[in-house]
């Protein structure tokens, strides 16, 4: 009973860890706030509440989802392993090298919850990658738990914006997404070479017999 507990908390942890990278919150911080910097309360609580459900929205359904698209179409979960791999690398490289684009603003404060702040900055191409694969390790119920953890993570962060940038300034926060770019190239390269050995593996238990 209680290895099966502790088993099951070690997968949420292993789980939410690369989900928590790809997200990268703490990148999305100073968009976010620049969003936000002129609203007032009860605007900036509706397009925190708006990005959370359409990130949660995106999210499970492209979970749920993925792997019958990819039946439909052929594709292997390790062809996905290595394409994702490339996104995410080319994502966090990006992320490395370039600050973090401004986006253009929109008349309707509540509506950039849902673009662009619940997607792409919250729920982008990497998380939805990085979803899928943990998918098939970890299984679903799992994942989803880390999932929704990591939005009650980033409901707490975008609820504390104003305080946490006090503290961290502008140079922290961008510090810390570089950090997380940097942690999730080195996810993309385990990505890539578990897709890689996987196809070779199958490639050469198809050729033995």
Same mark, same amino acid.
């Given at each position: 009973m209680w290895?099966?507990?502790i088993l099951l908390f070690k997968d949420i942890v292993l789980a939410l860890i690369p989900l928590f990278v790809a997200i990268d919150i703490f990148g999305v911080l100073p968009i976010y706030l620049d969003?936000? /910097?002129d609203t007032d309360l009860t605007e900036e609580k509706k397009i925190r509440k708006n990005s959370l459900i =359409?990130?949660?929205s995106v999210g499970l359904g492209f979970l749920l989802l993925g792997k019958s698209l990819f039946a439909v179409m052929g594709i292997s979960i390790f062809d996905f392993e290595m394409a994702g791999g490339i996104l995410l690398l080319i994502i966090s490289i990006n992320n490395l090298l370039s600050e973090k684009p401004k986006? +253009?603003?929109s008349s309707d404060k509540a509506d950039l919850g849902v673009v662009p702040i619940g997607v792409p900055l919250i $729920?982008?191409?990497g998380v939805l990658t990085t979803l899928l694969i943990i998918s098939g390790i970890y299984g679903y119920i799992v994942v989803t738990i880390a999932f929704i953890l990591n939005?009650? +993570? $980033?409901? +707490?962060v975008l609820k504390n914006t104003r305080i946490i940038l006090r503290y961290l300034g502008k140079t922290g926060s961008n510090a810390a997404g570089k950090l997380a770019a940097l942690l999730l190239a080195a996810y993309a390269v385990m990505m890539m070479r578990v897709g890689i +050995?996987? =196809?070779m593996a199958v490639y050469i /238990?198809?050729?033995g017999h």
């Open positions: 290895n099966e507990i969003f936000v /910097k =359409t990130a949660f986006l +253009i603003s $729920v982008g191409p939005l009650l +993570i $980033v409901y +707490i +050995i996987n =196809t /238990k198809n050729a």
